[in-house]
């Protein structure tokens, strides 16, 4: 843990607490190389792409700008709800870009503003249990241990009501950002219905739902079933992907929403890469759960 009691407010900060390895550098040199060759003319073709962040730091403003412009000439902007809906009834007729984040930092105020400059609005996913905390030790322990980040200042319940007033939406993501895989059935069932029952007393309703750490090992055919049972209508992975018209139209608990992990300190040319190669890869299997959580 931090011992000088202060949240991280660059990226930058964020970044020197972790440790560069020879895969992260390799990594890098790959994406640079593969994003060169793609082709962007895949970004033209009819499809829902959820793109998700964490976080939008003093030194990363800039590069959301930067993102958006670049998006907006290929792609039209829509809510959450409206992108859950084109999956469901097969209306997929164009590029369509919906945003959306994750565990509720303070910093996803500005992401809010920025967003509000292209008319473009997010899902915000929330964890109540952390809503309005305010004391660093407590904060410390809970992102250095549950987060697996550095210390960062949270979201109040006033700044998620002005989030709704700007016209974003308000998800769940657990009480305390459970792993559901690693939880039993009885706490699963209860945390979903209480998070269910505390965002629609505190922000007048609510409809998505993302699990925490988002990859298919961390979720469980039991935690998909207390997910619509609690009554989300949607449920949001942080596996790579995008969506086209399915052959037929899906149930709510058929969806399997795929999300693409957007940090805004990457090179432009990176997240493009994946936005075109999920493009070009597009498949109606990327609607639908995988059979172990069925």
């Known amino acids: 843990m931090l011992t000088d009691r202060r949240f991280i407010t660059y990226y930058r900060d964020a970044e020197q607490l972790k440790k560069k390895t020879v895969r992260t550098y390799m990594r890098d040199i790959a994406l640079t190389g593969l994003s060169f060759i793609s082709n962007a003319k895949y970004l033209d073709k009819p499809r829902i792409q959820f ?41 997929i007729d164009k590029p369509y870009i919906t945003f959306s984040s994750d565990d509720g ?30 004391d660093f030790d407590t904060i410390n322990k809970y992102c250095t241990e549950t987060l697996r980040f550095a210390p960062v200042d949270f979201l109040n319940w006033a700044e998620v009501t002005q989030l709704q007033k700007w016209g974003h939406e308000i998800g769940s993501h657990t009480m305390k950002h459970m792993n559901i895989a690693k939880t039993n059935e009885a706490e699963i069932i ?9 965002l629609n007393e505190r922000c007048g309703g609510v409809k998505h739902f993302a699990f ?32 086209i018209n399915h052959y037929k139209p899906l149930g709510n608990a058929e969806l399997c929403i795929r999300r693409d992990h957007t940090v805004l300190g990457w090179d432009i040319n990176h997240i493009l890469y994946f936005l075109i190669n999920n493009a070009k890869n597009a498949s109606i299997n990327n609607n639908l759960f995988p059979d172990s959580l069925k």
Do not use: W
């Not at 988002?214 to 209508?233: C, L």
């Open 51 to 91: 793109l998700y962040i964490h976080h939008i730091f003093k030194d990363e403003e800039k590069k959301l700008d930067i993102l958006l412009k670049r998006l907006s000439k290929n792609h039209q902007f829509i809510s959450y709800s409206d992108a859950v809906d084109k999956i469901l009834s097969g209306t």
């Open 105 to 134: 930092f303070k910093n996803n105020l500005r992401a809010a503003e920025v967003l509000n400059e292209y008319n473009a609005k997010a899902c915000f996913f929330i964890n109540p249990g952390i809503v309005g905390e305010t």
């Open 190 to 198: 209860d945390d979903l219905q209480q998070t269910y029952r505390i």
């Open 212 to 243: 925490p750490f988002g990859r298919f090992s961390d979720f469980s055919s039991i935690g998909r079933k207390a997910v619509f049972d609690a009554g989300f209508g949607s449920c949001a992975t942080a596996e790579r992907g995008c969506h």
